[in-house]
C-alpha cells in the first residue's frame, strides 16, 4: 500500500508525548492495553502513542513486552517517519517495535482487515482545499465512500471545507474498531461546532450513527500544540452506542465545565449550562431573497482588485480617480465599476488611513461585464492587461468556471443581492462580540471578513438589524467559538433565519 510519492505535508503537528501519554490516562488506555485490548493509530507520524504508551509502562515500574508490543498497529503516510520511530524506539526502550506493525503509506487505502478495540490519535487537521492537490484529488471518492459528503460536486463545492481529520476518523471508527470499540483523538472543535462543512461527520441525538460521542475536552486556553491557532480538544468515541442529546464538554482538569446539546439534523451543537436547558436558538424572520451572503470573493488576488484611494477629499468618488493597488502602483481609472468596500470603522473600530475598495466588474444581476463594455471604461482595459498572468493564474473549481468565457476579471460572490439597496452587515471572522448595522449604497464585504443579508428596503433592514442584534450574541456563545474563522459565518447565521411570506 505504499504510495508513489515520498513526502507528503498534511498536517504535520506531532503530539508532544507528555500530551500523549495525558489522553492515555485520561481514558485508561494502558490498563486495557496491558489487559489485552489492540491499540491502533491510523495516523501514527513518528509514533508519539506508542512511545507514550512505553513511557507510562516505565513510569510504572511494569515491562511492556513482545506480545504487548503485537497489539500495536499504526499507519502513516511519510517513509521517513517509519526509520525514524523504529530506531528511536529501540534506542529509548531497548527493544523493537514489531517492523510489520508500523506500516507506511495512505490510511484511505489501507484495508488490513483485523478489528481494534482502541483507536487513538491526532489525525490531520487541514480543510479539503488546504490539501495537496493530487492527494485531493485521491481523497474524494473516500469522502463519497465514508458518506462524509453526498457526492463528487459537493467535495468541490460546498463541502470544501469538510476537515479531513473527520474522513481519517470516520473510516478508522468504520473499518477498523470493532463493535463497543472506543475512539480517542485530538480534534479540531469545529467538527462539532461549526456550520455545514463536517455536518454528515457529527451524529445525531438519538440515533445510532458511526459512532456516539462520549465526551469532549475543551482545550481552549491550554498550549498543547504550540502555535496552532484552530480551537482543539480532545473526543472520546464509542461504536454501536445511540448518541445521547448532551454531551458533557469538560477542561482538561477533568472539571465539568458545560454540556454540548447534540442536533438531531447534523447542525452545529450548541452549548448548554444542563440537561434541560432550552436552546439559545431565538427566530429572524427574512424573506426566501434574503440569505445571508459572504463578502466578494477575488480569488487570492486582493493585491489587484482592492484598491486604496489616493486623494481622499470627497465622500463620492468621482466619474475617475486615481487608486493604489496591492503592487503599489497607481492607476487612474473609471469609478463606475468600483464599490466601497466594509471595514472595522463601520463596526465601531478605527478608520483605516486610506479608503479602500473594490473593483468589481460585473453586472448588477451578477454576471462579468463583457469585453466591450470594459472597452468603454476609462483605463481598466490597460489594467486589466497589466495584471491578466494573474488574473488568469487563479486556482479553484469555482473561479475558473467563472473565467471560462475569457472573462478573466470575475470574482466570485458577485449576484443580485451583492446590489440591493440595504445591507444588514456585520463581521463575521475572528471576533468575539456581534453588531450587526445597517448599510446604504452599494458596500461589500471583504470575502470571509464580512456578512450580510441584502434587502430593498430601509425599514426591513432596521428590523432585521435589530431582530439579529437581539437574538444572534446569545447564539453564536452557545458555539463557544470565540475569535476563530467561523465566528459568525453566514451558514451559522442562516440557521437562525425563518421565512416568513409577506413581502419586505
Ligand atoms: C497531526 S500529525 C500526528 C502524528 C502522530 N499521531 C502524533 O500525534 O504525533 C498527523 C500525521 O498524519 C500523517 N498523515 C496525514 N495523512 C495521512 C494519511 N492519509 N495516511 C496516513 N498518514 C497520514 C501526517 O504525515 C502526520 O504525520
Redesign the pocket.
Known sequence: MLDEREE????????PVEW?MWLIDRFKVYEAWRCGARVF?????????FTALMMIARKRNERAGDEDLGRLTG????PG?RLEFLHSFKLNFGIDFPEDNFVT????D?RGERKFDIAI?????ANFTDLPED?REKSKRHYIKYGLVVNRKDVLLGGSRTD?SSL?IQKCMINHVGPQGCGYF?VPLSLFFNGNANRNFRPRAGQNSVFAVDEIIDFKGAAVFNGVSTRYGAVALRSGKQQPQFVPLLKPSGNRSIYCRVSVDGDAWSMSRNTDGESAKAQVRVRSSQKPRQGMNTGGLNKAFILERVTDTTDNLLEKEIFINGFGEEVEISTNYVFPLMGSHLFGGQPAKRRRYILCLHHREGQALDEQRIHELYGVRDYLENHRAEMEGRKGVLMRARMSKGRYWSLIGVGPYSFTRYKVAWESLGRRTFKAVVLEGCWQGNQAMHAYIPSESRDDAERICEELNRNVPAFLKSFGMEGTCNWAQPGRIKSMLVQKHQSA
Open positions: 507528503y505535508a498534511i498536517g504535520r503537528v506531532f503530539t500523549a493509530d491510523p495516523t501514527c507520524g513518528r509514533g508519539a502513542f499507519i502513516e503516510i511519510n517517519d503509506g495512505n490510511f484511505l489501507y490519535g491526532n489525525p490531520p487537521w492527494f479531513i481519517i485530538y
